[in-house]
């Protein structure tokens, strides 16, 4: 009997449908709208209550600003957080969420705008975070922060970002190798064939070197600092996938690494651990920008 449309497996054991599903969070998260919502107004009030300087030009494209918010003394440790929204959606005004627990905590905090798919292409995203990089190492002592501190974490499609600045050669870019000095992952993707695969292929264009290139799961030995990689409880089973393969390289190439999961948390609900600074993904968090890995 002839097979049904969408019924061989196109990678591992999914069928097209089912890899489709699995990249859709919103297929796994009946909250998803509610929770992104949330992101904002979470954020909005991050804005107000916390110390900052809006909109710093990091870079030449306009969508390159950043917010850096601002914790007492001197020589603070750095934190670079970047958004999620599947490359193609969200900014920098639904990630500001992140910064009161760390700041509390006597760190800066550096939340970028970027350019989303498809105003650029993905390697053009790479190259502006990379740019956010650079800037927080050279400006870094200008406003009060430790250039030999700055760590980075990402969610979702941020995850992704933060995982190939972490296994990128900066010495290749003028920047010390070690210039970050940890980084959280949460919930991921970290190897690229899937993703391109599965329907997101319809809005990411991307040749085979590229997806060889901006796989962090490839470049794994370039890693210099401790990682965390977290998802939620109730991510799809692809994501999930996707975290552990990659916490499996990690512990492969004998870099210190972390594991977190969000106990009956989906895709969307994760990230706003972020926020609660008894939870313990930001406890994580707050140990790994203060050193205390």
Known sequence: MPATPGSKPVYLDYTQDELDRSYDQRVWAANAAAMIARYGE?????????RHIPDIAYGPHRDQRLDLFLAEGD?????????????????????SFVAPPLVASGAHVIVPGFSNLPD???????????????????????????????????????AHLAAVLL?????????????????LCLSGSYDLEP???????????????????????????????????????AESPEFRRQGVAFALEVEKSGGPLARLEGDGLNHFEVALELADARSPAAIALKRLVHGSF
């Open 120 to 158: 650029v292409r993905l390697p053009e995203m790479v190259a502006q975070v990379s740019a956010c990089v650079a800037w927080a190492h050279r400006h870094a002592v200008a406003h009060g922060g430790d250039p030999h501190r700055i760590t980075i974490s990402g969610h979702s499609s941020g």
């Open 75 to 95: 020589r603070a440790p750095i934190h670079i957080h970047l958004h999620g929204g599947a490359w193609r959606a969200l900014d920098k005004c639904d990630a």
């Open 167 to 183: 296994t990128t050669d900066w010495e290749e870019r003028g920047l010390p190798p070690d210039v970050l000095t940890g980084g």
């Open 195 to 233: 993703v391109m695969l599965s329907s997101r292929r319809l809005y990411i264009e991307l040749d085979d070197h590229e997806v060889h290139r901006l796989s962090p799961i490839l470049h794994v030995p370039r890693l210099r600092c401790p990682v965390i990689v977290g998802m939620g409880e």
């Open 42 to 50: 979470a954020s909005a009030q991050a804005r107000v209550s916390t």
